[in-house]
């Protein structure tokens, strides 16, 4: 069955960089896009952009250009998001998700940021 | 911000049957793009309702429907039950000349009276 696995809570001071991890199974990895979706607190759910497992060429949605990062290791079938300069407004969970076919999303990774 | 919109919350007593709008435009669900439905509990994922407009995945009760019209799409829940009072979402995909890429409703709370 399609599995998505994320990487554990994150508590980070602002200005620090934090990865976050989902590891798939189930399925060919580069065979499907992967997707990434913030929810900050009490909020509703954000598009972030997505990946191609195939090329590794990420498209960011508005707003998550510059600081965010996708990225890939095939080998592992683990896509990976990268956010630098943290700020306390990236205070979120953080979810991967593949959106083609029927949806399959991760657990969530809660990365908070506070001095 | 999100383009597709919800109403905030809706309520019903166990047992009554309560609908969900997810309106659109013709971009996103009006071009045809399958529109998918979440429920989420409380520090929990979303969790996959319907996917493919109306189509439920196994183990999700028949008590929950979808549909789609034009540009709007609807979820619909029979027998209401304690354990359905959530946030719920929909989802689509948005193709305008600003960009492209997934979509979601601003969410709706289900509050089971």
């Known amino acids: 069955q399609v599995q998505l696995v994320q990487s554990g809570s994150e508590l980070k001071k602002p200005g620090a960089s934090v990865k976050v991890s989902c590891k798939a199974s189930g399925y060919t990895f580069t065979s499907y896009a992967m997707n990434w979706v913030r929810q900050a607190p009490g909020q509703g759910l954000e598009w972030m952009g997505w990946?191609?497992?195939?090329?590794?060429?990420?498209t960011y949605a508005q707003g998550f250009t510059g600081r965010f990062v996708f990225s890939l290791d095939t080998s592992v079938s683990t896509a990976y998001l990268q956010i630098s300069s943290l700020k306390a407004e990236d205070t979120a969970v953080y979810y991967c998700?593949?959106?083609?076919?029927?949806?399959?999303w991760g657990q969530g990774t809660l990365v908070t940021v506070s001095s | 911000q999100s383009v597709l919109t919800q109403p905030p919350s809706v309520s019903g007593a166990p047992g009554q049957r309560v609908t969900i709008s997810c309106t659109g435009s013709s971009s996103n669900i009006g071009a045809g793009y399958d529109v998918h439905w979440y429920q989420q509990l409380p520090g929990t994922a979303p969790k996959l309702l319907i996917y493919g407009n109306s189509n439920r995945p196994s183990g999700v009760p028949d008590r929950f429907s979808g549909s789609k019209s034009g540009t709007s799409a609807s979820l619909a829940i029979t027998g209401l039950q304690a354990e359905d009072e959530a946030d719920y979402y929909c989802?689509?995909?948005?193709?305008?000349?600003?960009?492209?890429?997934?979509?979601f409703g601003t969410g709706t709370k289900v509050t089971v009276l």
């Open positions: 989802q689509s995909y948005d193709s305008s000349l600003s960009g492209s890429g997934y979509v």
């Open positions: 990946i191609n497992t195939n090329t590794g060429n990420p």
């Open positions: 998700a593949r959106f083609d076919g029927a949806p399959y």
